[in-house]
């Protein structure tokens, strides 16, 4: 768990550090592409809480959740849909405040805190 939150502030400082612009063209994909990345992140917290985690479930659902995500937006492109990607945003935007109150009411049980 320790190596995960020095994982999670390395990136975060390497971000704010760093100078990289993307383009208007990949701000949709990315911006579901970091949702889908989010939710994948918490629902293996989530799951190292309740102390069934598994890393390899773990790693094949970010690169299977990050993916669907940028393809789902990709076939909206090509369709001519290009509000598909918000498909995307709900589904996973649900799962983060889903995985979020699981892990907060886990962590309450196991500080005592019911």
Do not use: H, Q
Request: hydrophobic share 60%.
């Amino acid at each position: 768990m320790l190596v995960l939150a020095l994982a999670l502030a390395l990136g975060v400082t390497l971000g704010l550090l760093t100078n990289v612009s993307v383009p208007v063209a990949a701000l949709t994909y990315l911006g579901v592409a970091v949702l889908a990345a989010i939710d994948a992140c918490l629902g293996g917290v989530k799951a190292s809480l309740e102390e069934t985690f598994d890393d390899k479930i773990f790693i094949s659902g970010f690169l299977t959740n990050t993916l669907m995500a940028a393809f789902i937006v990709f076939v909206g492109d090509r369709i001519g849909v290009r509000e598909l990607y918000l498909a995307a945003v709900v589904a996973f935007g649900l799962r983060v405040f889903e995985n979020l109150g699981t892990v907060r009411r886990l962590l309450f049980s196991r500080w005592g805190w019911e």
